[in-house]
């Protein structure tokens, strides 16, 4: 028997190479499989789904909120092992009375590396846990990207729910050099409003797929309602830290692949004009009776800015087609179709129409008010 303090400070006395071991956080039960502790892992919860077959046969004990002490109470654990975010203090108060329970606190990427090393530790796995956290954390150097692009990253829908201050998301953002716009609020998952998230003006919004589950559906949406920003689903699963963080590295590169793809589709001058237009739609949409003129005026000019600048590209892209349904094929239409409300759509659509078709329109567009 050897006592070991856990990530909330607490003294926990557990046996020398536990060999019956209960979990009950997704990501910690797939890091012990990785650790070698398949055999001791005797219990999980029904949310625990990796590594699939092997895990799933396992006693489900419930879930992360709630187990079931008859269960547990049939396994005998030599320990538990809980998560500070995942499960209750109220539950984990219960068990202990019982069992050794080891909880993990993870908040930074830097504090997910060394969960993987207490976890080694104090399962017997010394050795095996440093050697992962060493590999993870190589996999980690050799991908990191700087995006440079503010972010929001959405985990519920009503109330829309963010990923804010002190979360392993963020941090996790963070190290891929994205901005996470909504550490700046108080709590670290604050409710949002649509209005919030505007005047936050991320450039990129990520919808996860946990665990809410955010589909094409919503982006559409969200796409709609926050047209100045790239709306983007991602796999929840990037906040399940252990071993899994070497998926979750794939699945950073693969969003910023596509959000480097839309933000190269057009030049640099036609993606702000589109931006300050829309920001200032919606300013004009909210705007009081005082300031609705002056607002519609601002958002007019600034609109056929946007289609100036669209027009001189289009005219310098090579590509062109005359065919108007080949036109709005194009992957550049598709990602400014992608950014407008409809209101906006149609009158884009007359423009794109024009261009297609060879036809000038008369006057200068950034002139008109």
């Known amino acids: 028997m050897k006592r070991w303090i856990d990530h909330l400070g607490r003294e926990v006395d557990i046996k020398d190479e536990p060999q019956r ?3 009950l956080c997704p990501s910690l039960t797939e890091t012990l499989f990785a650790l070698g502790l398949q055999e001791q892992v005797v219990g999980r919860t029904r949310f625990c789904i990796h590594p699939a077959p092997q895990v799933l046969l396992k006693q489900n004990v419930g879930g992360t909120k709630q187990v079931h002490d008859e269960v547990i109470d049939q396994l005998q654990p030599d320990v538990i092992i809980a998560e500070k975010e995942e499960n209750t203090a109220q539950m984990i108060s219960e068990l202990e009375k019982k069992y050794p329970v080891y909880v993990i606190n993870v908040e930074t990427v830097e504090m997910a590396l060394q969960a993987i090393v207490d976890l080694g530790a104090i ?9 992962l956290a060493k590999r993870i954390e190589q996999t980690l150097t050799q991908a990191k990207i700087e995006g440079g692009l503010r972010c929001a990253y959405l985990i519920w829908e009503n109330p829309y729910m963010v990923a ?7 941090s996790w953002l963070s190290y891929f050099g994205w901005d996470n716009v909504c550490k700046v609020m108080n709590g670290r998952y604050p409710a949002v409003t649509l209005e919030e998230l505007r005047l936050l003006n991320p450039q990129v919004i990520f919808l996860s ?11 559409k949406e969200m796409q709609q309602s926050i047209p100045g920003s790239q709306v983007v689903l991602i796999d ?9 963080m070497e998926q979750a590295v794939k699945e950073m590169e693969r969003v910023q692949q596509m959000v480097q793809k839309g ?11 589109l931006q300050t237009a829309l920001l200032h739609w919606n300013m004009m949409k909210t705007s ?16 056929y800015r946007f289609i100036d600048a669209f027009s001189t590209w289009w005219k310098a892209t090579p590509n062109r087609t005359a065919l108007e349904e080949e036109a709005r094929a194009m992957p550049e239409v598709q990602w ?4 407008l409300p409809v209101e906006l759509w149609i009158p884009f659509e007359g423009e794109l129409r024009e261009l297609v078709e060879g036809r000038e329109r008369e006057g200068d567009h950034t002139e008109q008010s």
């Open 263 to 273: 933000e190269e589709l057009l030049d640099l001058h036609t993606r702000e004009t």
């Open 164 to 170: 804010g201050k002190n979360t392993y998301l963020s």
């Open 288 to 303: 009081d009776e005082d300031d609705a003129a002056e607002d519609a005026d601002r958002f007019q000019t600034d609109f």
């Open 236 to 244: 929840g699963e990037i906040s399940w830290y252990g071993v899994h």
């Open 336 to 339: 400014i179709a992608d950014r």
């Open 123 to 131: 399962t017997g796995r010394e050795m095996q846990g440093i050697a």
């Open 21 to 23: 071991i209960i979990s």
């Open 209 to 219: 797929s946990e665990p809410y589950p955010f589909s094409e559906v919503h982006r």
